[in-house]
C-alpha cells in the first residue's frame, strides 16, 4: 500500500479543488441564466449584476449551485461573461449546465 507524502496529497486536493472550481463556477450558474440565454441578454444581465454588486444589494452577493450558496463577486460576473462570449467555451458550459438543470 503506496502512502503519499504530503506534497502530493496537498497538490491531489489543489486538483481536486481546481475541477471542482470548474463546476461551482460555470457562468450560467454564476449569472443564474438558462442555456439557451441570447447573447445581448446575457451582457444586460451581467451589466445588471454588476450593478447591484457595486450597490451592495444582497441579493446579489451569492449564486446558487448543486454544491450549494457560492459568493458571487464582480470579478466572476466579469470572467462568466467573457467566458460565454467565445462559442467554443460557451458550448464547454453549456454541457455541464444542462447536466444541472439551469438549461430548462
Same mark, same amino acid.
Given at each position: 500500500?503506496?502512502? #503519499?507524502?504530503?506534497?502530493?496529497?496537498?497538490?491531489?486536493?489543489?486538483?481536486?479543488?481546481? *475541477?471542482? !472550481?470548474?463546476?461551482?463556477?460555470?457562468? &450560467?450558474?454564476?449569472?443564474?441564466?438558462?442555456?439557451?440565454? *441570447?447573447?445581448? =441578454?446575457? =451582457? /444586460?444581465?451581467?451589466?445588471? #449584476?454588476? !450593478?447591484?454588486?457595486?450597490? $451592495? #444589494?444582497?441579493? *446579489?452577493?451569492?449564486?446558487?449551485?448543486? &454544491?450549494? *450558496? /457560492?459568493?458571487? @463577486?464582480?470579478?466572476?460576473?466579469?470572467?462568466?461573461? !467573457?467566458?460565454? /462570449?467565445?462559442?467554443?467555451? /460557451?458550448?464547454?458550459? =453549456?454541457? +455541464? !449546465? @444542462? $447536466? +444541472? $438543470? @439551469? $438549461?430548462?
Amino acid at each position: 500500500m503506496a502512502i #503519499l507524502s504530503a506534497k502530493a496529497r496537498s497538490s491531489a486536493a489543489g486538483q481536486l479543488h481546481n *475541477a471542482l !472550481a470548474k463546476h461551482y463556477e460555470n457562468p &450560467f450558474l454564476v449569472l443564474d441564466l438558462p442555456v439557451g440565454t *441570447a447573447s445581448g =441578454e446575457i =451582457e /444586460r444581465h451581467g451589466q445588471k #449584476l454588476l !450593478a447591484m454588486l457595486g450597490a $451592495g #444589494l444582497g441579493e *446579489a452577493k451569492t449564486y446558487r449551485t448543486p &454544491f450549494g *450558496a /457560492r459568493e458571487r @463577486t464582480a470579478e466572476l460576473v466579469r470572467a462568466a461573461m !467573457a467566458e460565454l /462570449r467565445d462559442p467554443s467555451r /460557451r458550448l464547454v458550459h =453549456e454541457y +455541464w !449546465a @444542462t $447536466g +444541472w $438543470g @439551469t $438549461g430548462t
